[in-house]
């Protein structure tokens, strides 16, 4: 373990000392002179690159990622101090800024991956070229990539006048009339190919819609500029610059995404990947079936019964649960009327008792009352039968409705 | 005149400080670890296929209020926000208030999950997790805390079942989903939902991610990075830093069916507002909700826009409104320093005043 602190002691001692002798060497050559025709364009930017790599394979997760993107911000901040010294004399700052503004007007309308101060921050990995202000677009293409039936580069093949260029191959296959035995078939591949060729068109105007994004940045960067200068305020720092131009970037941003135009261009670009996903699906069921293997379809029918079989069982479940409550409650009814007959069956026998006892008469001789009951109670009983009777005699249809229900049953 | 003034030299020892601080931080980022989430105490109370209903260990020495509060957080995303980390817990911050808490986890959907739909949600796991508490406390309705997507579903719950809710919480919760700087709204608006659905079965979280990120681009995957290198001298720091950064992307998958009604009657038709919402067999009105509410939103939301929110106040049937609006954003709700002090105590007086 001490050696393995020792090593990792070393190892950033070393990393340390690396760069501590880059900007050494770099402060002395910005003191002796401007950049040089020749030298590396953002030598800075450049120089962290390397650093990330030295010290990316000894990190561990998830601190790789991590610092993969703060490298990647750091060396867009980096950029953006170079194009400042790059601009003009240090000595007239106004003239700097104004030749820096212009410069990066140019990276916009020129595409130019030099000049733009943020070119290298959406690189991954030795890809380059992709701006910041594409970052919402680079991060799309990495996230459909793993919606695409296909490898993420695949639709970069489409791309007319490159070696891979399959579009002219596509749009012969299609123009094939399809005939014979395996004609549905070859229907279906032709559909796919439609498709791609859709997709790949919606892709581009989606894509095409970023284009102004970058102008519509700088235009708001200046705004801000402006504004500041009214106000009379400075900007003392490379990163307070850099804060401004990420806030003019959201701001051309959110009004882009937010109009009607970027929803249409997103809805048919989603739209068109959806279908080629889906009829790539049909062709791989179709495959599926004819091996005997079980199809998505086939699964998400399943899936679907159970579903809803769940569903029933859950409703059946409250249901009995429900029931189970009642049934706890007639039970706790029910316990208090046995309790009850039990009660009345102690006061019966405590009444026979004391009737059977010897001599029970004279001490109790109120008590005697009671004995002379029965007689009264005759008249009650039969009151009652007499009720029973008229209800009868009332209601003569609907008892022999019942009974012939009763006969019926049996 | 320029507002730019930056000497050369200054420039240069910028730039070294700032590279200086990230060839030091590598140490700290090589040192972190395991990123653990989650820091209340708790204990799994009802389980039903991947949703697990927890309750929150009180503090020994706080008088809690009878009536339980569940918190529904959202599909999206991890519950565990709500405690993130012993100073940034919306829970701890309940349970310090006198609240008996429980949460709704809803799991990780998988491939066979995908036919749940917002009734089984809703009406289902949501309305049994509800019966569970209210037959553990012995009440007949207890108080919601709904979060974000977990607060529209808290306030249709409460619309189709009001008699089991005492209070009623929302928290950065949208209603009206078609305001006009809904960026998410005017994102879908031309997105054929059934196809994604019938397509893709599940919707990947991934996909998910990507549109939040995109929300605000620039910011959320450039500058925050930059401002991170400033904070990696200090290791606590750094885990905070990334243990936001692991709930960001730990998103999971959407049950396709829940997903397609959820964006096409919500988004897209925007029926919780305009009317004409039914979850299973229930009407959804929000007329009904006559329980009292507290609506908490942030003011600078980019997810859930204030006055998404705000349009409640019109919508529902209830007497008893209150709004609490928060100076911050929507994770700032539950993270910052702020609404640790402010969001959960004013949470518990309210809700401690209608109990």
């Known amino acids: 373990m001490a050696d393995s602190d020792s090593t990792a002691d070393q190892w950033l001692e070393m990393q340390r000392r690396y760069w501590d002798a880059w900007m ?101 990995g030795g890809r380059d070229g992709m701006a910041f202000w594409d970052l919402p677009f680079d991060t799309l293409t990495r996230t459909l990539s793993g919606s695409m039936p296909f490898p993420g580069d695949f639709m970069k093949a489409f791309e007319t006048g490159k070696a891979t260029d399959v579009r002219s191959q596509l749009e012969g296959f299609l123009s094939a009339p399809a005939i014979g035995y395996a004609r549905e078939s070859q229907e279906q591949h032709q559909q796919l190919g439609r498709l791609l060729l859709e997709y790949e068109k919606a892709m581009g105007e989606y894509q095409a819609g970023f284009a102004n994004l970058g102008t519509r940045s700088l235009d708001a960067f200046q705004k801000r500029m402006q504004e500041a200068t009214k106000d009379g305020k400075t900007v003392n720092s490379v990163r307070e610059v850099f804060n401004i131009w990420v806030d003019a970037c959201e701001e051309a941003y959110a009004e882009y995404a937010m109009s009607d135009d970027y929803a249409q261009r997103y809805g048919r670009m989603v739209n068109k990947l959806m279908a080629v996903k889906r009829q790539s699906a049909l062709l791989v069921d179709e495959w599926l079936e004819a091996m005997n293997i079980p199809t998505a379809s086939e699964i998400a029918t399943l899936q679907r019964r159970l579903h809803d079989t769940r569903a029933a069982y859950q409703k059946l479940r409250c249901q009995i649960e429900v029931m189970q409550g009642e049934l706890e409650e007639n039970k706790v009814a029910n316990g208090d009327l046995e309790r009850l007959h039990s009660d009345i069956a102690e006061l ?54 019942t009974g012939t229900t009763r006969r019926k049953t049996q | 005149m320029t507002p730019i003034q930056i000497r050369p030299d200054e420039a240069l020892d910028e730039l070294s400080s700032f590279q200086r601080k990230l060839t030091h931080g590598v140490q700290n980022l090589m040192e972190i670890g395991e990123i653990t989430t989650g820091v209340t105490p708790k204990e799994a109370i009802y389980e039903e296929d991947k949703m697990v209903l927890y309750r929150f260990q009180a503090p020994a020495n706080v008088v809690q209020n009878r009536v339980p509060v569940l918190i529904v957080y959202a599909l999206v995303n991890r519950p565990y926000m709500a405690d993130l980390q012993d100073n940034r817990s919306t829970v701890k911050g309940l349970l310090e208030a006198g609240m008996d808490v429980y949460l709704v986890d809803w799991g990780y959907p998988g491939r066979a999950d995908r036919y749940l739909t917002l009734d089984d949600y809703i009406n289902g796991y949501l309305d049994r997790c509800v019966d569970v508490i209210r037959k553990r406390h012995r009440v007949d309705a207890i108080n919601l805390l709904g979060i974000c997507q977990g607060g529209t579903f808290s306030l249709c719950y409460s619309a189709m079942h009001p008699d089991k809710v005492a209070n009623l919480v929302t928290m950065v919760t949208p209603v009206d989903f078609q305001t006009p700087d809904n960026m998410l709204s005017n994102w879908v608006r031309h997105v054929d939902i059934d196809l994604i659905v019938d397509t893709l079965g599940n919707i990947p979280g991934e996909m998910l991610n990507w549109t939040f990120l995109n929300l605000k681009p620039y910011r959320l995957m450039g500058q925050k990075y930059l401002d991170m290198v400033d904070l990696l001298d200090n290791q606590d720091q750094v885990a905070n830093f990334l243990r936001m950064e692991k709930w960001i992307f730990d998103s999971p998958d959407q049950a396709g069916e829940a997903y397609r009604q959820f964006l096409k009657d919500f988004y897209q038709q925007n029926k919780l507002v305009n009317g004409g919402l039914r979850i299973g067999p229930h009407e959804v009105d929000l007329n009904k909700v006559k329980m009292p509410v507290l609506n908490i939103f942030a003011q600078q939301d980019h997810l859930v826009p204030p006055d998404s929110s705000r349009a409640l106040k019109k919508v529902v049937g209830t007497k008893d409104y209150t709004e609490i609006s928060f100076k911050g954003g929507h994770i700032g709700i539950y993270v910052s320093g702020r609404a640790q002090k402010e969001v959960p105590p004013a949470i518990g007086k309210w809700i401690d005043e209608r109990t």
Request: zero cysteines; glycine letters at 6%.
């Open chain 1, 348 to 401: 019966r026998a405590g009444l026979e008792a004391l009737r059977s006892a010897p001599g029970a008469a004279s001490p109790k001789a109120p008590a005697a009352e009671p004995e002379a009951q029965p007689p009264a109670e005759k008249p009650k009983r039969t009151t009652t039968r007499r009720t029973r009777t008229t209800t009868t005699d009332k209601k003569p249809a609907a008892t022999r409705k």
């Open chain 1, 24 to 124: 050494d060497m770099t402060r002395r050559g910005l003191e002796v002179a401007t950049p040089k025709e020749g030298a590396p364009e953002n030598p800075w930017a450049n120089a962290m690159e390397q650093w990330f790599k030295a010290v990316a394979p000894a990190t561990p997760q998830p601190a790789t990622d991590l610092l993969e993107q703060m490298v990647n911000v750091g060396k867009s901040y980096f950029s953006m101090a170079e194009g400042l010294y790059k601009a003009g004399p240090a000595s007239d700052l106004p003239e700097m800024v104004e030749n820096w503004t212009r410069m990066m007007g140019e990276a916009f309308t020129t595409g130019s991956a030099n000049l733009n101060p943020f070119a290298q921050l959406a690189t991954k």
